[in-house]
Nanobody, 117 residues
């Protein structure tokens, strides 16, 4: 079966950094776009960034210049490097795998990121 497993979340002070990891199994990783969404308390889930199978990236405005998405097709893992974190970045971060040919998403369980002093 398909498994999407996030890790790397935790508590960080404002201005700090975290790197999230997402390991995927049960899919042909190189055929899928990968990405990250997040959901803060009381808010809708929103896209953070995604990376296509050919390596092209897309970022929401709040992430541009601070976050970097990357993928390792050998390890079947996608990463989200987050710098200059602030309290508004506090959310559960969810990893997804997407096959645009089938228009289907697989989702992980999420990892909590808390930015607080």
């Amino acid at each position: 079966q398909v498994q999407i497993v996030e890790s790397g979340g935790g508590l960080v002070q404002p201005g700090g950094s975290l790197r999230l990891s997402c390991a995927a199994s049960g899919i042909i990783f190189g055929l899928y776009a990968m990405g990250w969404s997040r959901q803060a308390p009381g808010k809708k889930r929103e896209l953070v960034a995604d990376i296509s199978s050919d390596g092209s990236t897309d970022y929401e405005d709040f992430a541009k210049g601070r976050f970097t998405i990357s993928r390792d097709n050998v390890k079947n893992t996608v990463y989200l490097q987050m710098n200059s974190l602030n309290a508004e970045d506090t959310a559960v971060y969810y990893c997804f795998a997407y096959n645009p040919r089938r228009d289907y998403h697989y989702w992980g369980q999420g990892t909590q990121v808390t930015v607080s002093s």
